[in-house]
Structure formats: structure tokens, C-alpha cells
């Protein structure tokens, strides 16, 4: 048999909206209800233009909302990736379908902790498969693109939607329905795909995957990490009770630049005494958090530029390999 002179890349299906059918065209808000979900194959065999730029292999992996995804699906997911590089020869590159609630926090857990060379590129959509202009046919094919691309290697996870590339750690979910949600709020996309080639304009600096000092694989649970959402009047309530269900740290999504209230400043120092980490953050998703008199009084550590939600999983992740505060604070400057 003739090689193809097309890239190999393969696709992991998790679900999500990409994967799902509605009632009709006009079905593009309550169709998960339907519970009709497409396999990996039968995604690939909907969008017949994606044998156009690849040889792009299905890798089944199962349907899972994308709200109940979290560390054994990353860690399944790992395991999915080291398992098609193994297990395919010549490899270009790996595309992972995933709903887009978590879609961002897979995509940094993964950058954290997969041990490959090759791009890994998140895509999902915000409108299903059956919908009028439904966005999945296009972001697949981008995101085939784009893993395909020699130009990607050495970003770490990506995430691909709307032609956009971004970052892992930087980019987050922006809006409930729109077809940009996805944003960089600080720094920009990366790249774009477009239609006549795949463009890349920066490259992150901070350490990313394969080059880290986590291997999911090779975790077996991640310590109990909660946030903390200040709000006006919050009185550290929300503390205590994460201290009490045994959490092991703490963020604390604070008012910019990150301030909680003071009955919750009050329950995070307690909480630093009782042995938990916390990391303050802020809730307003843009800008670093730096650690002041104040904070470096209490013990507790900033969680630089990530939003909560990422901070969370820098935080478990770090706590699987140290509890020196000072040794936390640097996984948080390198990562």
C-alpha cells in the first residue's frame, strides 16, 4: 500500500456539543437533552473535507459531559495521547473533542502533565453538529490543521476554535452562547487558521508540556483543592466549610487585585495555621496578582495571572510533589 503523503493525526472524542444532535436545525440551546451524542468515527465521517488536509485516525474514547470532566478524565485522557503516539506510526499531532464548560482546565491539566512531543489541540463547538451554521465542521478541520503543523510543537496543549489558537494556561471561556467565547483576556490569540495556511504570531514563555515536572500517568489522585468566590459581605464561611471537608488548599478568587473581604482574610489566615495552602487569585479573570506585605504576612501565596479555576489545578498539582510554600511559589513563576 502507497504511504499517504498526508500528516497523521489523530482524533480522541470526549462529547460535547461538537458530537451532539438536536431536534432539528433550529435546535442550538436544549439538545443535550436528546442524549444523541456521535461517535469519534462518526464525527470524522461528517466533515469528509478533513481527508483533504489529513490522514486523521479515530481514537474512541467515550461520551462524557464535559461539566463532569475532571482529574480521572485528564489522567484517561493522558493516557489516550501516550497510548496513539505508541501506537501510530509517524504521528503528526493529536486533536481531543471536548465540550467546551471544562474544555479549558483539561486543556491546562494536560499541558501541566502529558509527557509528548507532539501537538495535542482542544476543539470543541458551540453550536451541535445539526444546527444551523453549526461551527464543528470548521473548528474540526482547524484544529486537524493546526495539529498537524510543524509550527505547533513546543506550545504545549493548545485550544482551537473559532480559527483562533490559544494558550492553555491563558485562555478562558467568555460567554454562554457566542461563537467567540473563547478569549486570551490579557495577551491575544497565538495564531490563526486561515484559509490559505495556519499563521502563528507568538509563542508562550511559561514551561509547558512535555518539559515538566508532572506526569499525570503516574498520579493516582490529586489532593482536595476548593475556591474560595469573594462577594460582598462574604464572611469566610465558604472557607471553614472547605477546611472542614479536608481540603489541602485553598484559592481565593478575590476582588481585583486581589483582596477578599476581611472576615474572609480572617478565615484564610486560619486556615494557613491549620496546615492548608492558599493561593489568592481574583475573580475578574485578567491581570496578576502580586503578593504584598499583607499577604506575605499571612503565608499566603499569588497566584500570578491565572484565573481561579487554573490556579486550583496549578495548586492540586503542585501539592502532589511539595508542600514548601516557598517550592509552591516557584511551580506558580514557572508554570
Known sequence: MTPSPLPRVAFIGTGGTMAS???????????????????????????????????????????????????QDWRGLAEACHAAVAEIPGL??????????????????????????????????????????????????????????????????????????????????TATWRMQTFRTPDFGVLGQADADRVVFYRRPLRKTAPDTEFDLRAIDALPR??????????????????????????????????????????ALAEAVQGGVTVVQSARVGSGRVVAGTKMREQGILAGDNLNPQKARILLAFALTVTKDPAEIARIFETY
Open 92 to 173: 503528526a499531532g493529536i486533536v481531543i473533542g471536548h465540550g467546551t464548560s471544562t474544555m479549558e482546565e483539561t486543556a491546562y491539566a494536560l499541558s501541566l502533565g502529558l509527557k509528548i512531543g507532539i501537538p495535542v489541540v482542544m476543539v470543541g463547538a458551540q453550536r451541535p453538529a445539526t444546527g444551523l451554521s453549526s461551527d464543528m465542521p470548521m473548528n474540526l478541520l482547524n484544529a486537524v490543521r493546526v495539529a498537524a503543523s510543524p509550527e505547533a510543537r513546543g506550545m504545549g496543549v493548545l485550544l482551537m476554535l473559532n480559527d483562533e489558537i490559544h494558550a492553555a494556561r491563558e485562555v478562558t471561556k
Open 225 to 266: 483543592v476548593d475556591i474560595s468566590y469573594s462577594y460582598a459581605d462574604a464572611d469566610g464561611t465558604a472557607v471553614r466549610a472547605f477546611v472542614a471537608a479536608g481540603a489541602q488548599g485553598i484559592v481565593s478568587a478575590g476582588f481585583a487585585p486581589g483582596n477578599p473581604t476581611p472576615w474572609e482574610a480572617e
Open 21 to 71: 444532535l438536536g431536534r432539528d436545525a433550529l435546535d442550538i440551546q436544549d439538545y443535550s437533552v436528546l442524549g444523541q451524542v456521535m461517535d469519534t468515527g462518526a464525527i470524522i465521517a461528517r466533515v469528509p473535507e478533513l481527508a483533504r488536509v489529513a490522514e486523521v485516525i479515530a481514537r474512541p474514547y467515550g461520551a462524557v459531559i464535559s461539566s463532569r470532566i475532571g482529574f
